[in-house]
DNA sequence: ACGCCTGTTGCATAATTATACGAAATATGT
DNA sequence: ACATATTTCGTATAATTATGCAACAGGCGT
């Protein structure tokens, strides 16, 4: 079904950074959802979801992401701008991810990251400066750290 | 020069829609420019251009325009962004204006408006969920508090 | 001046994205 | 049910966009 797919591609580039039409199409394919880039490329244009070049902190090599325009910037969730703008580290140790953000934000990034639900996180503790996030999996902590990891260095422009 | 080339760019995209970056290069010859599509590619990465499906009410064939992301809906500074994002409630009396934000964010909303430096604006106090400002001048208070309330209807989300 | 580095650009082409068209599916009316 | 629209989608291809590379330009220290 067309909707739902679309609904799928919508959780897709708000989790992750999706760089081309191809690439979403096999994460669909993932989904259980058999497209063509042809469809994708329609639905991008259904949802009217915006194309913008991403800072790649190293050297050349370009890349892009799609977003859903609206969301202030390029970022593709307001997980994503709360992450981009106000984690200044992240670390983590078995199942704990711990986030340092300047005075006084901590409380709100946790929000953040509830309101976002990944349902790998069980929870979130924000004290002043120092957020703590409680992965269900100890196995499932690289993945949840490499999101955040990618959400800061791939700020839009 | 390319800062003011990538300045035209910027002013052309927000006067008319522009659909292709060839477009933009006849564009730009026609105020003395003269570039190629590649040198257009590279511009509108510099600037972090997005790309967004035009929705064009009547048949197919579809278009496309470059937006400046955050800019269009966007914030013209951190305050802008902070304000529009963790202010819920804006009051003011006399010479104090008090700002409700989702609780533990007050600090980081007093500290983005003591960065700001306004000259109406004596000093902040922040709390868990109240931002106190307070102003230099009773009289001035109409129109820190109407900025205020400018930034806060331009939310996005 | 000379060499060296950094940045900008055009050319040609690779990579990506959009679309015309026909087929299959789905809806709509009779 | 049947015929007729309308929608959706894949294929192939056109259109658009990005980039490797070489050339050139300016800055800077020697």
Redesign the interface.
């Known amino acids: 079904m067309k909707t739902t797919r679309q609904r799928a591609i919508l959780s897709l580039i708000a989790t992750r950074p999706v760089h081309s039409q191809e690439e979403l199409a096999h994460m669909l394919e993932q989904q259980g959802y058999e497209v063509t880039q042809a469809t994708v490329s329609r639905d991008?244009?259904d949802l009217?979801?915006?194309?913008?070049?991403l800072?790649n902190g190293n050297g050349n090599g370009?890349q892009f992401k799609y977003?859903e325009?609206?969301?202030?910037?390029?970022y593709a969730s307001?997980l994503h701008?709360v992450i981009a703008?106000l984690v200044r580290d992240c670390r983590g140790s078995v199942n704990q991810i711990v986030l340092r953000t300047?005075?006084?934000?901590?409380?709100?990034v946790?929000?953040a990251i509830d309101e976002a639900a990944w349902p790998e996180i069980l929870g979130t503790l924000?004290g002043d400066d120092t957020v703590l996030v409680i992965i269900e999996d100890p196995a499932k902590l690289p993945v949840v750290k490499q999101r955040f990891e990618d959400m800061r260095s791939e700020d839009?422009?």
């Open positions: 991008i244009k009217g979801l915006a194309k913008v070049p800072r370009t977003v325009p609206g969301l202030g910037k390029g307001r701008r703008e300047p005075p006084g934000s901590a409380m709100l946790a929000s924000g839009p422009l």
